[in-house]
Nanobody
Framework: QVQLVESGGGLVQAGDSLRLSCAASGRAFGVYAMGWFRQAPGKERKFVAVINWSGDYTNYTDSVKGRFTISRDNAKNTVYLQMNSLKPDDTAAYYC????????????????WGQGTQVTVSS
């Protein structure tokens, strides 16, 4: 079992930056790929970024490429999402997830989920 807790969300203005953190506890964090997903109001939850267990592979949805960076610190059991140049369209609840496949964008391939942290970007 892996427990995930997100933090770092908040209310910011367009163009600002935020760094989300996802702290993991329980089973060995380092064996899992970690993903970030987001769900805007009234919309489905969607893939944002993924990082493999060692941190040498990352993948992003097109709308955040060049603005968001996913990273992890296995010694701290934490994965991060650095979000720069935020836009109002980035407003959503952000969720981290842990899965055993190294590069999945599919929610059903993730085994554990956090409770989410809200990011609101004003124009």
């Amino acid at each position: 079992q892996v427990q995930l807790v997100e933090s770092g969300g908040g209310l910011v203005q367009a163009g600002d930056s935020l760094r989300l953190s996802c702290a993991a506890s329980g089973r060995a964090f380092g064996v899992y790929a970690m993903g970030w997903f987001r769900q805007a109001p009234g919309k489905e939850r969607k893939f944002v970024a993924v990082i493999n267990w060692s941190g040498d592979y990352t993948n992003y949805t097109d709308s955040v490429k060049g603005r968001f960076t996913i990273s992890r610190d296995n010694a701290k059991n934490t994965v991060y999402l650095q979000m720069n140049s935020l836009k109002p369209d980035d407003t959503a609840a952000y969720y981290c997830a842990a899965g055993q496949l190294p590069s999945s964008r599919r929610q059903d391939e993730y085994d554990y989920w956090g409770q989410g942290t809200q990011v609101t970007v004003s124009s």
